[in-house]
């Protein structure tokens, strides 16, 4: 459509002769538009085909040039689901991404709601101290976080635990200042009429505000699971004993001992990430149309 | 019951509201904050009952470290350091040349988009085990590449001058998509009359490029520029299970700040020196940021 538009106004205000000179340049430009991003796009590929094929090649296999299996298998998936802890590791991954996400659904939308509809003393000051602690690395929290989460005197023992893995990011301020910039738009006439009727101002956030501001919440609850199930470093941290370990740490750690068995790492690998993207190719334009409107990282 | 005004109720009610959230980061984000500041001032070993206060001992360590041509901390800054001015340009670079393609073309334009998002949203770790396959010696998928073309095979990760190049790839593959799709959003949001119009007095492609696009694009570059500092700053992950045992190596030529951190803290117990190390870390980000932020944001002008 712009295109259209926009060779017409190029006629109307150019001479004919360069006119269809740009038009020409034009295509050719697009043409190695579709040749770079084409190139580029199979870069994207390749590491993924090449994991998968290497899951079903057999171990005599994996020294040998060729891209696909000769005899394909399936043995090592039955091996890395059977010897390994691997379901429990989904297991765990998902129960500790729903636990977060749905805490931070919860949280962070009522906080934002909060932050954009209520005005009361220490608002700003609150508000600011939530945002700056984003610039707070991770990284510099695990050594205390760790020190309470094995210390008994001052936090309990939470190594091991799907609270001691959660606990970071049960609620983010990130999501605080997302849903704040949402709830703006929720009109005060709607919330005052409601408590005209009487709505408890619970009510007014549970059955108003939410209700209204779905989409967002919707996108806040995928990044939240896509950030927690990739989440690595703490999990690495506070997890012990393999049956609490998360996917990504689990799959570090069985990595790391099969040692030389590539095609049992890829197998790893795959089981890992395919269920994932399958849920990301489902949901692509929801969650990349989310991403640019956010600019949160997951 | 006292009868409260409807302004004082409302008050009340958001601070029960926000009450759990308060707590929260009380003790989850500001309390560990000073913890860590306060952990990097003491000898701080888990398994031991005192930990002496020891002063800036910690920091002295760490310079005297920093200046010990052969020690892992030296090695970790200059890699961290390597990995953010090598990364962020090309990263970026890369990403804008891809959105700008993109920006232009209507068919098939969703289907790359999602095509470069999609490592992005996979975990690093599964990603970095990939790769480190597609790495080996002989069978990997890169050295049967280049023996496919009779050009000799290249040790990749395994000598100490190829091994933070080829991580570093890794690093920037993963996060282009993301970077392309913010791009893309800051492209969208320039409006098409401007274009007519530089059309309409006879300007270039550069032309237009140089005097629109890139000064609109600025605070999307900007944004994007402060936020990859900050990640290739806290390189982590690709490292640990990228290199033989973890250990950031051959020779330490791929131990980054974080890795430091975590084997300093979680492997020799040394705590306090640890805290120190994400001390300096968290000042060099904030640094960095108030820096960039003033730089790049007179740029506008």
């Known amino acids: ?298 | 019951m006292m009868r409260l005004t409807l302004a004082r109720r409302k008050i009340l009610w958001a601070y029960i509201f926000l009450a759990i959230p308060i707590l929260f980061f009380a003790y989850i984000r500001i309390y560990p904050t000073i913890f860590a500041f306060q952990m990097s001032l003491h000898d701080y070993n888990p398994l031991a009952i005192e930990h002496k206060y020891v002063g800036l001992e910690n920091f002295q360590k760490l310079v005297a470290e920093f200046n010990n041509l052969r020690s892992p901390t030296r090695a970790a800054f200059l890699n961290t350091a390597a990995y953010v001015v090598l990364g962020v340009p090309i990263q970026l670079l890369l990403a804008l040349a891809v959105a700008l393609m993109l920006n232009e073309i209507r068919f098939l334009s969703t289907f790359y988009r999602l095509v470069f998002f999609l490592p992005f949203v996979t975990s690093t770790i599964a990603v970095a085990w990939v790769f480190r396959m597609l790495y080996q010696p002989q069978f990997g998928f890169f050295n049967v590449i280049l023996q496919a073309f009779s050009l000799p095979q290249q040790p990749f990760l395994s000598r100490p001058q190829q091994a933070l190049p080829s991580i570093l790839a890794v690093v920037i593959w993963q996060g282009l998509g993301y970077a392309v799709i913010i791009f893309l959003a800051g492209l969208k949001q320039i409006p098409q009359i401007f274009y007519d119009a530089a059309q309409v007095d006879g300007a270039t492609r550069w032309q237009s490029f140089r005097h629109i696009t890139l000064p609109l694009l600025n605070p999307t570059l900007v944004f994007l520029i402060v936020l990859q500092t900050i990640a290739f700053l806290r390189m982590f992950a690709p490292v640990l299970a990228m290199t033989a045992q973890g250990d950031g190596g051959p020779l330490n030529s791929t131990t980054t700040v974080v890795l430091r951190v975590y084997r300093e803290a979680f492997q020799s117990f040394n705590m306090g020196y640890a805290s120190a190390l994400t001390v300096t870390l968290f000042a060099i980000i904030l640094g960095i940021t108030i820096i960039q932020l003033r730089f790049t944001s007179r740029n506008i002008q």
């Open chain 1, 1 to 298: 459509m712009d295109t259209f538009q926009q060779t017409q106004r190029t006629s109307l205000f150019e001479r004919p002769g360069r006119a269809g000179r740009a038009a020409q340049r034009g295509k050719t430009n697009r043409l190695l538009s579709y040749a770079f991003l084409t190139l580029v796009g199979i870069t994207m590929v390749i590491p993924f085909l090449w994991m998968i094929s290497t899951s079903f090649k057999p171990k005599t296999e994996i020294t040998r040039p060729n891209f696909f299996p000769v005899e394909a298998t399936g043995a090592n998936y039955t091996e890395v689901i059977l010897d390994t802890e691997l379901p429990r590791w989904y297991a765990n991954s998902l129960v500790v991404a729903i636990m977060s996400t749905v805490s931070v659904a919860f949280f962070d939308t009522l906080s934002g709601y909060v932050f954009a509809k209520y005005d009361f003393p220490g608002k700003r000051i609150i508000f600011i101290i939530f945002l700056s602690s984003l610039m707070v690395p991770t990284e510099m929290l695990i050594i205390p976080w760790f020190i309470m989460s094995s210390n008994p005197i001052t936090g309990g023992t939470w190594v091991d635990t799907y609270w001691g893995i959660a606990f970071p990011g049960m609620i983010t301020a990130t999501g605080i200042f997302l849903m704040r910039q949402f709830m703006q738009g929720v009109p005060d006439e709607l919330l005052d009429a409601g408590r005209i009727d009487g709505v408890s101002e619970f009510g007014l956030f549970w059955r108003i505000a939410v209700p209204l501001s779905l989409p967002a919440i919707g996108a806040l609850c995928i990044f939240n699971f896509l950030g927690n199930w990739n989440a690595f470093i703490w999990p690495l941290i506070v997890t012990t004993r393999s049956e609490m370990m998360t996917l990504p740490v689990g799959i570090q750690f069985f990595s790391t001992e099969a040692a030389s068995d590539w095609n049992l790492i890829m197998t790893g690998a795959t089981l890992s990430v395919v269920p994932l993207l399958i849920i990301v190719i489902i949901f692509q334009r929801y969650i990349i149309e989310g991403v640019a409107l956010t600019g949160l990282k997951g």
